[in-house]
């Protein structure tokens, strides 16, 4: 079975500073997409980055990259600069195509003032 | 492109009352699936459209629980007799399908239920 796991219940960050979130999973399929997504406190879940196994670039969306390690199975998520904003359950996610994400249990993002 | 809207934000229900939440997709997105999630823990699949057709049913859902999307537009998922474990907040999300896995979906707020 396909599983994702997320080490950090809780992280945090100076603001200003770079934090990274661990995230790694388990899986025999060849391709596949893994993704980030943010969950705001009482507000809706919006995606983050996403990243395609086949490619060995790291994707980057502005202040947030990821680390894809494919051997490793690691995609971990890299908040550069960090803001206020970015407090949030961040959830990372997996997707091998058959239309259903396989989420973590995500992990607590504290920004420090 | 208004975003994935749910209804109700809230419900609060007396256990064994039947409940039922409606889901609006953004317009020209294809599919769509409702998740469950309860507190700590990340979403978990509980079935998905294509169009007007389900397409698949986690077994999550139990018999208590039907969704349907009728004309391929919003959908509406029901619990029937009501137990204190549905509580949880369920969440709607619609995609456009291309053939090409990786499509991102797009998130509504959710419908928190609560259970007495």
């Known amino acids: 079975a396909q599983t994702v796991t997320q080490s950090q219940p809780e992280m945090s960050v100076q603001e200003a500073e770079t934090v990274t979130l661990s995230c790694t999973y388990d899986?025999?399929?060849?391709?596949?997409?893994l993704f980030w997504y943010k969950q705001p406190p009482s507000r809706q879940m919006i995606l983050v980055i996403r990243?395609?196994?086949?490619?060995?670039q790291n994707a980057t969306e502005n202040r947030f990259s990821v680390n894809f390690q494919k051997a490793a199975k690691s995609f971990s998520l890299k908040i550069s600069d960090s803001q206020l904003g970015d407090a949030a359950m961040y959830f990372c996610?997996?997707?091998?195509?058959?239309?259903?994400?396989?989420f973590g249990t995500g992990t607590r993002l504290t920004i420090i003032p | 492109d208004t975003g994935v809207s749910q209804n109700p934000r809230h419900k609060i229900t007396k256990r064994g009352q039947n409940v039922t939440f409606r889901c609006d997709p953004i317009?020209?997105?294809?599919?769509l699936y409702w998740y469950r999630q309860t507190l700590g823990q990340g979403p978990e699949f509980l079935t998905y459209f294509q169009n007007e057709a389900q397409l698949e049913k986690s077994r999550l859902l139990s018999d208590r629980f039907s969704a349907e999307r009728p004309k391929g537009s919003f959908s509406t998922l029901e619990i029937q007799r009501t137990e204190q474990g549905d509580s949880a907040m369920y969440l709607c999300?619609?995609?456009?399908?291309?053939?090409?896995?990786?499509?991102?979906?797009?998130f509504g707020d959710g419908t928190r239920l609560s259970i007495l």
């Open positions: 899986t025999s399929e060849s391709d596949y997409y």
């Open positions: 999300a619609s995609s456009l399908s291309t053939g090409v896995i990786g499509q991102p979906q797009h």
């Open positions: 990243q395609e196994a086949y490619k060995q």
């Open positions: 317009s020209e997105h294809n599919r």
């Open positions: 996610a997996y997707d091998f195509g058959n239309e259903k994400l396989t």
